[in-house]
């Protein structure tokens, strides 16, 4: 549908928390937690804190938990009996407050999670999912939106983008049937007058690459050992990086119990040498060099080859959740730049 502009304050928004609320809705957005601010479940919009660049982890876990059962199972008579996951129970969810990098990485999720091998469960989750964005007024030396497609105020992979224009003034750019939705009957929201700037109202963010070089580039440096081992140097193998990633989406399956139990998805990253260790012993990617390569190849040819969709948009997290300050953002540049 064609983005509906109106101008919302925070009374009404408070009104719309209220709204959900009654509806049984589940509301998640960036919460104050001691020292950091991350997605928690909120009842109100006075919990919710939207001053920061950005959480500390992303949104994924709305649509990919960290750890989920797929199925549980009982063994009776020398039969397994499989109970599926009651798809109808999963919680319709707003999920307010992200930024629109945010918003925009479930566009890589789902190329994912519905590519060779549809899983259901996701796509249950993001059906009933409004995403409700929130512009970027900040960035900071982390971000690169908009060198990877995306910019602080796009509205790509939201059902509404707020831009605040003043205190406690939004915009609410409306652009998709749960969006409206979301919106439902609620009083309060004005006709967007012509005069409203939104551009002045967000971030200022050079591009800081050409995308379009960084593929090429690494086809070019793929078999160049030296070049891979100078990046990923410092690189500890830990796997903050994917953890905090709203992009990544490597898991492994695991059954819990012995007779009767649950079989599980698991977060998992590539950056971990046992992820690609296979059950004879053998490592095709036995180096930390191969597997920091796997994964800028992974998020930067390999999606946009099969998927169509980059693997990355720019959110920082990973720099800033880096224990020992590997940069992507620097890292690319390099690799955009690197001599043939
Ligand atoms: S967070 Fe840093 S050290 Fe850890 S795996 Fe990622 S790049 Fe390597
Ligand atoms: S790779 Fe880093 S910058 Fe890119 S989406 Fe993931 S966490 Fe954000």
Same mark, same amino acid.
């Given at each position: 549908m064609e983005s509906d502009k109106k101008l919302i304050g925070r009374s009404e928004l408070e009104k719309l928390f209220s709204q959900w609320q009654s509806q049984g809705t589940r509301i998640l957005a960036p919460k104050k937690n001691n020292d950091t601010i991350d997605f928690a479940l909120v009842t109100t919009l006075a919990e919710v804190s939207l001053d920061q660049v950005q959480t500390v982890q992303s949104a994924k876990t709305s649509v990919f938990p960290r750890v989920e059962e797929l199925f549980s199972f009982t063994s009776r008579d020398g039969r397994v009996v499989i109970r599926e996951r009651d $798809?109808?129970?999963?919680p319709a969810t707003v999920l307010f407050g992200v930024r629109p990098c945010d918003a925009a990485a479930f566009a890589a999720l789902k190329a994912i999670f519905t590519w060779d091998s549809p899983d259901d469960l996701f796509s249950a989750r993001m059906e009933k999912m409004t995403v409700i964005a929130v512009s970027c007024a900040r960035a900071d030396a982390y971000c690169f939106c908009t060198s990877v497609g995306g910019g602080p105020g796009a509205t790509a992979g939201s059902d509404m983008l707020l831009t605040e224009?003043?205190?406690?003034e939004y915009l609410a750019e409306i652009v998709s049937e749960k969006g409206l939705m979301a919106v439902g009957e609620t009083s309060g929201l004005r006709p967007c007058p012509?005069?409203?700037?939104?551009e002045a109202h967000l971030a200022k963010l050079e591009p800081a690459?050409? $995308?379009?070089k960084v593929a090429p580039a690494l086809a070019r440096l793929f078999d160049d050992a030296a070049f891979w081992a100078e990046q990923s140097l410092r690189c500890l193998g830990c796997g903050a990086c994917a953890y905090v990633c709203p992009t990544c989406a490597c898991f492994d399956i695991q059954d819990e119990g012995g007779g009767s139990g649950q079989r599980l998805r698991c977060w998992d990253s590539c950056g971990f040498g046992l992820f690609t260790l296979h059950t004879s012993g053998h490592n095709p990617r036995p180096v930390q060099s191969q597997r920091w390569r796997q994964r800028l190849m992974h998020k930067f040819a390999y999606m946009p080859e099969r998927q169509q969709v980059l693997g990355c948009v720019g959110c920082g997290r990973c720099s800033r959740a880096c224990p020992v300050d590997m940069n992507i953002l620097e890292h690319v540049r390099s690799i955009t730049e690197a001599k043939p």
């Open positions: $798809r109808n129970a999963l224009t003043g205190p406690g012509a005069n409203v700037n939104k690459f050409a $995308r379009e």
